[in-house]
Nanobody, 126 residues
């Protein structure tokens, strides 16, 4: 059973910072790309940032220069450092990962699947 658990969201003032974390647990063979998405009320879920297993990154224009994605492969964790936050960043933030679960029968990885976390909210104080 593979699980993604996000943390780090909360209430922030405009111009403030937050660091989101997403820890992957369970029977894992390998984790490929990981990413952060967000969804505001009434809007479609959109990519915020992504990172490959080798560390290559990709950012949506909305977060370039303000957000930094990173990962700790030893801890199976991906982070999103968000600085200079704006009210339009208010949304539910969801972790995504392309994961090959461990198959004990074959002692190898299963076909990679897309996994999602439950989300963490970023809201703003007036």
């Amino acid at each position: 059973q593979v699980q993604l658990v996000e943390s780090g969201g909360g209430l922030v003032q405009a111009g403030g910072s937050l660091r989101l974390s997403c820890a992957v647990s369970g029977s894992i063979f390998s984790i490929n790309a990981m990413g952060w998405y967000r969804q505001a009320p009434g809007k479609q879920r959109e990519l915020v940032a992504a990172i490959t297993s080798g560390g290559s990154t990709n950012y949506a224009d909305s977060g370039k220069g303000r957000f930094t994605i990173s990962r700790d492969n030893a801890k199976n964790t991906v982070y999103l450092q968000m600085n200079s936050l704006k009210p339009e960043d208010k949304a539910g933030y969801y972790c995504n990962a392309d994961i090959s679960a461990f198959n004990p029968g074959s002692w190898s990885g299963e076909r990679p699947l897309d996994y999602w976390g439950q989300g963490t909210q970023v809201t703003f104080s007036s």
